[in-house]
């Protein structure tokens, strides 16, 4: 029997051990996709004021939620060491890849005692996805998880799975625990919810059917309480935002999310091995924590799709999670169990069906290995999957400095205050941010085919602009942008830097 644990044990450590070595490699790279522009630009505006930092994106003197506690201690690393805003956030993804490991070891244990169960359920949380790829913050499939790794998202997730651990932990010793704990879980919680607020919901709907699961008495939902109380307080004095102020948010947020709710069977048709998996355990407890995970998230998203709340669906996560999960630990439940008629052949039909999902997720994110490898020296096939990273702007930096402001379109504008600059509109919807809307009719308005001279000066003298980034139409004019710019340098996919003539 002991043999019979230890095969799966070592294949599973190993291939968890080889994801993460990948994901280290990858750091090093700090590949560009996303939102790394944003996050860059929150430390950067926190190693020069930590009290007081103003909007991350544009010149303007307003709250963000992207000021968390974990953006704070990076903008202070940041700010005590000197080093720049992409080492500093090289460190924080070494950090955030820790906690997410350690966070699963330790949750898949409160449900497995199997050696192998920590770490097979680590591969079917990046590699149980489905055959069409995509990216997104919050999201653990592997070229996800390498593009975001130093995102908040990651590392509030990685606080999520010690928090369901701990959580866990406290509800099975009931009222035996202290009050501290349940002050430290509520603290906690709030923790997540201030660094990533999607993130935060989703470690939500685990605690909720982690507790409703353990079916607690009276004292320990009292303490609950108390430590619920403790979250709010936290979210509540929190000075950089007004947490509960994001109640209200909607608007642009629904139509950036409006894509989670398109090619769900390409995107999540290998979750189906872990649903199956999750019928199994509701057939053996109808209180299965696993279960009730799923039905939570399974609601959430449900109805954020027919009501048109889109972005009710960033927790998909609280769908795909515990359906992995339960996918990795029913491997390892029927391993070495003993056998009866019929029963060895149908262990090595799931096992063998929970492997070869893995092996058709892993191929589709094969791709990921493009971020440590050059691509020419990948095999054809591999070369094929590979998807090239954004580039950034450090190519502005010779003339562009610290508090500048471009002007610039969307994607444009969700990178270069990464170095420090603003924009004139953020590249993000910023709930906190009132005139955004008249920010970004100036962006179109300026870079309008046919504006006059007059405009655009207007626009140019409303926000201080100095910079115009577009692209260039040969004839140093760029796009017929007019004589209020000069060329002053050119970036890759024929990008240009314009200086403004004043």
């Known amino acids: 029997m002991r043999g019979a644990l230890r095969r799966p044990s070592v294949v599973a450590q190993v291939g968890a051990g080889l994801v993460v070595v990948l994901l280290l490699l990858v750091v090093v790279r700090l590949p560009w996709a996303g939102d790394l522009g944003m996050h860059a630009a929150t430390v950067q505006r926190l190693r020069h004021d930590l009290v007081d930092p103003g909007n991350p994106l544009v010149d303007a003197d307003t709250p963000s939620p992207y000021y968390s506690p974990w953006m704070l201690v990076l903008g202070c690393v940041a700010r005590v060491t000197g080093f720049s805003v992409f080492v500093v956030l090289r460190i924080g ?61 990651v590392f509030a997730l990685g606080l999520a799975f010690h928090f369901w651990a701990w959580l866990t932990g406290a509800v099975r010793a009931g009222s035996v625990r202290g009050w501290g704990v349940w002050v430290g879980l509520g603290v906690l919680w709030a923790v997540i919810l201030l660094c990533h607020q999607f993130s935060g919901v989703v ?44 109640v209200g948010a ?18 999540y048709w290998l979750v189906l091995v872990g649903v199956v998996a999750l019928g199994v355990r509701w057939w053996r407890d109808r209180w299965d924590p696993l279960v009730l995970f799923f039905v939570l998230g399974v609601v959430v998203v449900g109805v954020g799709g ?18 992995q999960i339960a996918a990795g630990v029913g491997v390892v439940e029927v391993w070495g169990r003993p056998g ?32 440590v490898v050059p691509r020419g020296a990948l095999p054809g096939v591999v070369a094929a999957k590979y998807r090239v990273p954004w ?112």
Request: glycine share 16%; with cysteine.
């Open 391 to 502: 580039v950034g702007y450090h190519w502005v930096t010779p003339w562009v400095e610290y508090g500048d402001v471009v002007m610039a379109r969307t994607f444009a504008a969700r990178q270069i205050p990464a170095y420090g600059a603003y924009t004139v509109a953020p590249g993000y919807p910023d709930f906190f941010l009132p005139d955004e809307g008249r920010r970004g009719e100036a962006v179109r308005r300026y870079f309008a085919v046919g504006a006059s001279e007059g405009v655009r000066r207007g626009i140019v003298r409303a926000y201080g602009v100095r910079w115009v980034v577009d692209r260039g139409d040969g004839d140093g004019g760029g796009r017929g942008l007019g004589s209020g710019v000069r060329v002053v340098a050119r970036g890759p996919g024929g990008q240009v830097l314009y200086e403004v003539v004043r």
């Open 250 to 267: 909607g608007g642009d947020l629904e139509a950036v999310h409006r894509g989670l709710y398109r090619d769900l069977v390409g995107r």
């Open 340 to 371: 009866r008629p019929g029963w060895r052949g149908l262990r090595g039909v799931w096992v063998g069906v929970v492997c070869g999902a893995l092996v058709v997720g892993g191929w589709t994110q094969v791709g990921t290995v493009g971020y």
């Open 203 to 246: 470690a939500s709907l685990g605690a909720l059917a982690t507790v409703v699961a353990a079916r607690v008495g009276g004292a320990v939902w009292w303490r609950l309480g108390v430590g619920a109380l403790a979250g709010v307080g936290v979210l509540w004095v929190w000075p950089y935002y007004d947490f509960f102020a994001l």
């Open 93 to 153: 993804a070494v950090v955030a890849l820790g906690l997410f490991v350690s966070g699963v070891w330790r949750y898949v244990r409160t449900l497995s005692a199997h050696p192998a169960a920590p770490a097979l359920s680590l591969l079917c949380l990046v590699f149980l996805w489905g055959t069409s790829l995509f990216t997104w913050s919050g999201f653990l499939g592997l070229n996800s998880l390498a593009l975001t790794v130093s995102y908040p998202s």
């Open 306 to 323: 027919v009501s048109g709340h889109y972005s009710w669906g960033r927790a998909v996560p609280a769908v795909v999670i515990p359906a």
